[in-house]
């Protein structure tokens, strides 16, 4: 199973709530170009009127996003499960179009079944019964989760506890980022030569963005140094010397806490 990070998925759940609207069978087209079929689309397992209705309540959601200055090509038009679909095709995970129920089956197979006191960042929750599962939300912490909730509301975040999930699963694809080495100190080319384990993070972060500072050892010699300037050098940065200080680790990829 292709794998994804966490931050990642919660960037794309965060960038459509308060924006994005509720369209049954949209899975994050762009909202201009649902509008002509919109009837249609809300006509699948609903009856005329309840097809007219559901329209009109997502044309009034639209019209208060659009009052509230968001650009009509920003707006997606999602259902519950159509939330979800473009961030999973995009990543290699799915291929086609899924629903709440085939999703949690999909989930529980690729992943795991949990309590609902269990959730965390990443499960998926579902409302239904043991045969069907007919609405889905995804959540973003231990209480919160957001969810494309309604023809009213739109994607919004909620309260977990607020809402009638009954059931929940684990996915197996969604991985935490791994955490920034932190460093405190500048790095450089002295004599003696420093050495510790922040230079060794430097050596291999300067090795993941392409350069070569020989041995990783933890050793600030003359290849890391001069491995230090070429990566200045190419991020615009002032190159007279292969000194590590703020700007420079912040772009190899430290979060900085020197001085």
């Not at 009052?67 to 707006?75: C, E, L, M, S």
Request: glycine share 10%; hydrophobic share 30%.
């Amino acid at each position: 199973m292709v794998q994804v990070y966490l931050k990642d998925w919660d960037d794309y759940l965060y960038d459509g709530v308060n924006r994005d609207i509720y369209i049954y069978g949209g899975n994050g087209e762009c909202v201009v170009d649902l509008l002509p079929k919109m009837k249609e689309k809300e006509s699948v397992n609903h009856t005329q009127s309840e097809a007219f209705t559901n329209t009109q309540r997502a044309l009034t959601l639209l019209n208060k996003r659009l009052k509230a200055g968001i650009d009509i090509f920003t707006i997606r038009g999602v259902d519950c499960s159509g939330e979800a679909i473009p961030f999973l095709r995009e990543h290699g995970i799915i291929d086609g179009d899924m629903t709440a129920n085939a999703l949690y089956s999909f989930t529980k197979k690729n992943g795991k079944e949990i309590k609902l006191s269990e959730v965390r960042n990443g499960d998926y929750l579902f409302e239904g019964n043991k045969d069907n599962k007919w609405h889905i939300g995804y959540a973003v912490s231990e209480t919160r989760a957001i969810e494309s909730q309604d023809h009213d509301k739109g994607v919004v975040e909620t309260i977990i506890a607020n809402r009638k999930w009954k059931y929940a699963t684990r996915p197996n694809w969604y991985i935490q980022e791994p955490e920034k080495p932190v460093l405190t100190r500048e790095l450089k080319l002295t004599d003696p030569l420093m050495r510790g384990e922040d230079v060794r993070e430097a050596q291999l972060l300067l090795i993941a963005h392409g350069y070569d500072p020989g041995k990783v050892d933890g050793v600030f010699g003359n290849k890391t140094e001069q491995a230090s300037k070429e990566f200045k050098k190419d991020n615009g940065l002032k190159y007279e010397t292969g000194t590590i200080g703020k700007k420079t680790a912040e772009k190899l990829g430290f979060v900085w806490e020197g001085e």
